[in-house]
Nanobody
Framework: VQLQASGGGIVQAGGSLELSCAASGGNFDAYIMAWFRQGPGRDREFVAG??????YYADSVKGRFTISRDNARNTVTLKMITLKPEDTAVYYC???????????????????WGQGTQVTVSS
């Protein structure tokens, strides 16, 4: 499956952004979809994921970020509110046929990655 992410930008602290990821070339319903991010000087980290049964979130974004998927349109969305400067990162959508849910989520399980979209939160 091929993934195309969009929706990044620059926002002030406390603001909101919505990221979108469009999938093509695969059976979207069969995939676990997730968002990861990599901040300046940091390793890439899990942000949120959806396996059709549940949504999962990193502790750092719980209550502020919401992942949703539209299986009819083959898209997954990440709505982000109350953004903080520490949310500044390149955000990636990713797809996998299987995974270990958080806290054991493994990047290596995800075989398809979008190109990344920059989110910058100014203080």
């Amino acid at each position: 499956v091929q993934l195309q992410a969009s929706g990044g930008g620059i926002v002030q602290a406390g603001g909101s952004l919505e990221l979108s990821c469009a999938a093509s070339g695969g059976n979207f319903d069969a995939y676990i979809m997730a968002w990861f991010r990599q901040g300046p000087g940091r390793d890439r980290e899990f942000v949120a994921g959806s396996d059709l049964k549940r949504m999962y979130y990193a502790d750092s974004v719980k209550g502020r970020f919401t992942i949703s998927r539209d299986n009819a349109r083959n898209t997954v969305t990440l709505k982000m509110i109350t953004l903080k400067p520490e949310d500044t990162a390149v955000y990636y959508c990713a797809a996998s046929r299987y995974w270990s849910p958080p806290p054991e989520v493994q990047e290596d399980d995800f075989v398809s990655w979008g190109q990344g979209t920059q989110v910058t939160v100014s203080s």
